[in-house]
């Protein structure tokens, strides 16, 4: 089983910041079955990367994903107040199948 | 695009089984491969299930054989079963798609969630 790690838990940012969010896994996994979601109150998760770094058609540049091994990361430049929410991580192919992180929170400082 | 709407009941009581229906729109329910999430309340999200592409199900260990998904592609439809529910059970539960030719294991359409409450 993979365990994912999502730090820090809550990101108090100041509009126009960038935030840099990050997900360890505790072993190494395939980067091609690693995205990112935003979830916002009341709202289904929107998918904003997938593969660690591509972004699905209509998702801002201002959203950006790397890393490799067991560490990964999702930018936001330039925060935007729509932009406050909860980010999850999540892998495909360890026990279970699918497993997400668990959140990080980006609010208005 | 592919359009899903989770339908079923929003109460259920303990000991009995959940069964809810996703009903999908806009392309053929064979184009893609489909799961069930849920996320409690305050809490994070939880995979419960899928539907490969392949036709294989696979659950997650958790739930302890307590869940069963199936798909009627006559229907559009994309169904679970949670069996033996307790508190623990209570939660929004979505509907969730992906497609391995596309974006790969990520989920990139989502129903808009129901929300179940198990209590009697």
């Known amino acids: 089983e993979v365990v994912l790690t999502q730090s820090p838990g809550t990101l108090s940012l100041s509009p126009g910041v960038s935030a840099t969010l990050s997900c360890r896994t505790s072993q190494t996994v395939n980067s091609d079955h690693l995205g990112w979601y935003q979830q916002k109150p009341g709202q289904a998760p929107r998918l904003l990367i997938y593969s660690t770094f591509h972004r699905p058609a209509g998702i801002s540049d201002r959203f950006s994903g790397s890393g490799s091994g067991t560490d990964f990361s999702l930018t936001i430049s330039r925060l935007e107040p729509e932009d406050f929410a909860v980010y999850y991580c999540?892998?495909?192919?360890?026990?279970?199948?699918?497993?997400f992180g668990p959140g990080t929170k980006v609010d208005i400082k | 695009h592919v359009q899903l709407q989770e339908s079923g009941p929003g109460l259920v009581k303990p000991s009995e089984t959940l069964s809810l229906t996703c009903s999908v729109s806009?392309?053929?329910?064979?184009?893609?491969?489909w799961s069930w999430i849920r996320q409690a309340p305050g809490k994070g999200l939880e995979w419960i299930g899928h539907r490969h592409c392949s036709g294989r199900n696979d659950y997650n260990p958790s739930l302890k054989g307590r869940v069963t998904v199936s798909i009627d592609t006559s229907k559009s439809l994309f169904s679970l079963r949670l069996s033996s529910v307790t508190a623990a059970d209570t939660a929004m539960y979505y509907c969730?798609?992906?497609?391995?030719?596309?974006?790969?294991?990520?989920?990139?359409?989502w129903g808009q969630g129901i929300p179940v409450t198990v209590a009697s």
């Open positions: 999540q892998l495909f192919g360890s026990s279970p199948l699918f497993s």
């Open positions: 806009g392309d053929s329910i064979s184009s893609y491969c």
């Open positions: 969730a798609s992906y497609n391995i030719a596309a974006a790969g294991t990520v989920f990139d359409y």
